[in-house]
């Protein structure tokens, strides 16, 4: 009788191809055997609690074509779960590819759980949040960790991320830099650490978190608790002091045969996502990188999807496996659906973009495609090929209708050139022409 494995990494240590394995290489263009090599490797992650009932298998690695998160959930000021719900939605029609609840205010597990029976799209979570919510600062204690770990397994979460890279020795570059530690969680735990005197529980707990993801194949996300959040801060020794101890808990994981990914870096300028990029991958065995931008410039509030979506773009260029995204309300409030829905288009202009340059399988077809519908002037299907059809039937309608023009040449021109000055339609006429 064959052994029923517990984990996608136990399976494919054994060989298995399995159900989600088969899934993700059909969506990713490739074989069934090169996704469980990655898998088996470490190099590629399939984020899926056994308990996630209604989840589209996904795969996330630096080899498969760049995924986007999105993150969602209220604060302890503003939203609701009718609020959460809706971005959920937004989220969904705007192909993100996985989800994360950030909430840290009101009734966080019956947020969470509205959120994963209503998402076909893998559910990532930050525990840190809910154990102070429910506890407290000081309540931070190995013991209370694995309380609400263990609870939101048992709910479905798909991957959680652990922020267990922080230890004590590294505080004191951490708290000379500029903006000190930015990340939430990174500064809930350093708060605790230095006013109770103990080193990180979420580190010294390790092993029983293994434990609880390997039961319901969460996948971990070792979180990047002392990110850079501005340039200046970018590539120090705090950064590369968590990145070392990340790749420590990586080896651990996939000894464990647990799903890992390692999260990083913040605010990078361009010149030096490649070697962050590298570096990743050099000291935490090949495991997927989950990128936050990285913001390449302090200065653009207001428009730092944008901004995210320049560092992104390079990153996954250079070897990142996910994009999480950043939304034009980063630095400043909590982003509501429209933030949310410019956030994810960005990103996955910026994904697209870099899957092109990596020459990834059929990653231009889309692309080609629409230059033909543009060719021939099917406006259509120039619509259904883009990435955000409905903006893009808005912009044409809208211009039309401001243009006050008539229907000339059977519509082929837009209202930039207008019908008597466009090039392409040109271009078609001088295609049938007899050149001397």
Known sequence: MQKVSQTQVDAAKNGIITPAMEFVAAKEK????????????????????????????????????????ANIGNSALTGTPEDE??????VLEYGADTVMDLSTGGNIELIRKAIIERSSIPVGTVPVYEAVARYGREGITAENIIKVIADQAAQGVDYMTIHAGLLRKLLPSALKRKLGIVSRGGALIAAKM???????????????????????????????????????????AAQFGEL???????????????????EGPGHIPLDEI?????????????????????????????????????GGMV?????????????PKE?????????????????????HAADIALHKPDARLQDDAISDA??????????????????????????LQASNCKDLHDGEYCTMCGPDFCSVRLSKILKTAKLD
């Not at 080193?199 to 850079?228: Q, W």
């Open 374 to 399: 543009r060719e021939a002037f099917d406006w259509q299907k120039q619509f259904d090929l883009a990435l955000d059809p409905q903006r893009a039937r808005a912009y044409r309608l809208d211009a």
């Open 30 to 69: 490739r074989s069934a055997e090169f996704i469980r090599d990655g898998v088996a490797a470490g190099r590629i992650v399939i984020p899926a609690n056994k308990l996630h009932k209604n989840l589209s298998f996904m795969g996330i690695g630096r080899e498969l074509y760049t995924k986007i998160n």
């Open 194 to 236: 230095i006013e109770s005197s103990i080193e990180n529980p979420f580190y010294t707990a390790f092993d029983e978190i293994l434990k609880i993801c390997r039961e319901y194949d969460v996948t971990i996300s070792l979180g990047d608790g002392l990110r850079p959040g501005c340039l200046a801060d970018a590539s120090d």
């Open 331 to 351: 630095h400043i409030g909590l982003p509501n659906d429209e933030d949310v829905k410019r956030g994810i288009m960005a990103f996955r202009i910026a994904a």
């Open 244 to 262: 070392d101890i990340l790749g420590e808990l990586t080896r651990r994981c996939q000894a464990a045969n647990v799903q890992v990914m390692v």
């Open 274 to 310: 490649a070697m962050n990029m590298q570096r990743e991958q050099t000291v935490c065995n090949d495991a997927p990188f989950y990128i936050l931008g990285p913001v390449v410039t302090d200065c653009a509030p207001g428009y730092d999807h944008l901004v995210g979506a320049m």
């Open 85 to 90: 719900l809706k971005k959920l939605r937004s």
């Open 315 to 327: 990153g996954a260029f250079h070897g990142a496996a996910m994009l999480c995204y950043v939304t």
